[in-house]
């Protein structure tokens, strides 16, 4: 459970988020405008700021800023209509820890809390079971597929791979990233180590693995997971 201040000028869009941080059992407080926003981070404890850009009186980055400036280190994730590169890395530099583009989806969204929730839970016991992928499910800790055609298993690395993709979930995590971590080396960039598990993972998770729709390839830099 996590306490986790939603500031949102959008009602609809509040309100469906609230209803499903809710139904996860997290408790949830909204904020329609900034300076309220900022009262209830100050009011309460709070564990995770969820926070929109275009907001009436106070803009997202401004609260980011101030929650900052006033010594606040919760996880804040940023969501917001824009999605122009100046506008990302602003956020970034204010202190966000993330930055979720409108339209989103909303199990994508959920996904990223969760991560910066257990970045900043430092509990590194919290290792991710699985997730649903389409009509698939995968079980990170059997490390299988589950289809419905039956049941496919994983090799060790695919499933450190998917494990690391859905820890980033609609990002693209480079090559490199995923050598290091996973095979704890650093390479040069002919290396298909990646790459050759990738196709394997795409084989058994993709209903077409001529046409991913989950596991997409980011040009020049790696690969990211779409739920
Ligand atoms: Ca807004």
Same mark, same amino acid.
């Given at each position: 459970?996590?306490?986790?201040?939603? #500031?949102?000028?959008?009602?609809?869009?509040?309100?469906?988020?609230?209803?499903?941080?809710?139904?996860?059992?997290?408790?949830?407080?909204?904020?329609?405008?900034?300076?309220?926003?900022?009262?209830? $981070?100050?009011?309460?404890?709070?564990?995770?700021?969820?926070?929109?850009?275009?907001?009436?009186?106070? /803009?997202?980055?401004?609260?980011?800023?101030?929650?900052?400036?006033?010594?606040?280190?919760?996880?804040?994730?940023?969501?917001?209509?824009?999605?122009?590169?100046?506008?990302?890395?602003?956020?970034?530099?204010?202190?966000? /820890?993330?930055? $979720?583009?409108?339209?989103?989806?909303?199990?994508?969204?959920?996904?990223?809390?969760?991560?910066?929730?257990?970045?900043?839970?430092?509990?590194?016991?919290?290792?991710?079971?699985?997730?649903?992928?389409?009509?698939?499910?995968?079980?990170?800790?059997?490390?299988?597929?589950?289809?419905?055609?039956?049941? $496919?298993?994983?090799?060790?690395?695919?499933?450190?791979?998917?494990?690391?993709?859905?820890?980033?979930?609609?990002?693209?995590?480079?090559?490199?990233?995923?050598?290091?971590?996973?095979?704890?080396?650093? #390479?040069?960039?002919?290396?298909?180590?990646?790459?050759?598990?990738?196709?394997?993972?795409?084989?058994?998770?993709?209903?077409?693995?001529?046409?991913?729709?989950?596991?997409?390839?980011?040009?020049?830099?790696?690969?990211?997971?779409?739920?």
């Amino acid at each position: 459970m996590a306490r986790i201040v939603i #500031v949102e000028d959008e009602p609809e869009l509040a309100l469906g988020l609230r209803d499903n941080l809710e139904f996860e059992g997290h408790q949830v407080a909204c904020a329609a405008d900034g300076k309220t926003g900022l009262r209830l $981070v100050k009011q309460q404890p709070t564990d995770l700021v969820l926070l929109d850009i275009m907001l009436p009186d106070v /803009d997202g980055f401004e609260v980011c800023r101030r929650l900052r400036a006033a010594g606040y280190t919760m996880p804040i994730v940023i969501l917001s209509a824009r999605g122009q590169e100046i506008d990302k890395v602003r956020g970034l530099e204010l202190g966000a /820890d993330d930055y $979720v583009t409108k339209p989103f989806s909303l199990r994508e969204l959920l996904a990223r809390l969760h991560a910066a929730l257990r970045r900043a839970g430092g509990a590194p016991a919290a290792r991710q079971a699985g997730f649903a992928l389409g009509d698939r499910q995968v079980d990170l800790v059997r490390q299988m597929v589950i289809t419905p055609q039956g049941e $496919v298993p994983l090799g060790y690395y695919e499933s450190e791979i998917l494990r690391m993709l859905y820890e980033h979930v609609g990002e693209a995590v480079p090559r490199a990233d995923m050598l290091n971590r996973i095979w704890g080396v650093g #390479v040069g960039p002919a290396d298909r180590t990646v790459d050759n598990h990738i196709v394997s993972l795409r084989r058994k998770l993709e209903p077409d693995p001529a046409k991913p729709r989950h596991i997409l390839t980011a040009h020049a830099v790696g690969y990211k997971l779409v739920l």
